[in-house]
């Protein structure tokens, strides 16, 4: 099952925003021919490499439930392979951190010493799904590993 980012209006147009920024400026401030000439290679180096980071690590990002593991996706080149088995606590968070998540309401998952942030539109059915994978058991605000019988 394969669950999409969710998207924050704003966060969306504050990226676009600083990539439209510069070209904006480059041809505002250029009166003549040549520095027009000017402004459209400013263009180009400026918004093809935003463009690179941001396919090449920030879209698209989706999370995939597999047999064994959560597969977190983002951008070409960004994996994560988290087995379900390690996974030792989730919980919501509004955490402003890096992440592979364009919501800020998003989920925290910590695994084997290691925490990741995702934003699953659908977050009910996400954590559903991902509890029932990973032997989780809500308490409180947060899903933890159940206890072994014994």
């Known amino acids: ?35 027009g000439l000017r402004a459209a290679l400013y263009v180009l180096i400026w918004v093809l490499p935003a463009l690179a980071v941001i396919f090449g690590l920030a879209w698209p990002v989706h999370y995939e439930m597999e047999e064994r593991e959560l597969v977190v996706r983002s951008g070409l080149f960004l994996r994560w392979n988290i087995p379900y088995q390690a996974i030792s606590r989730v919980r919501r968070t509004r955490s402003p951190l ?21 934003s699953p539109k659908d977050r009910d059915r996400f954590l559903e799904d991902l509890a029932a994978r990973a032997g989780l058991e809500r308490r409180g605000t947060e899903w933890v590993r159940g206890e072994p019988a014994g």
Request: proline share 5%; hydrophobic share 50%; no cysteine.
């Open 1 to 35: 099952m394969t669950y999409e980012t969710k998207v924050d209006w704003w966060l969306a147009l504050l990226v676009a925003g600083a990539i439209v920024s510069g070209p904006v400026i480059a041809f505002a401030v250029a009166p003549t021919r040549d520095e």
């Open 98 to 118: 890096s992440s592979p998540a364009w919501s800020l309401d998003r989920l925290r998952i910590d695994w084997d010493g290691d925490t990741i942030l995702i």
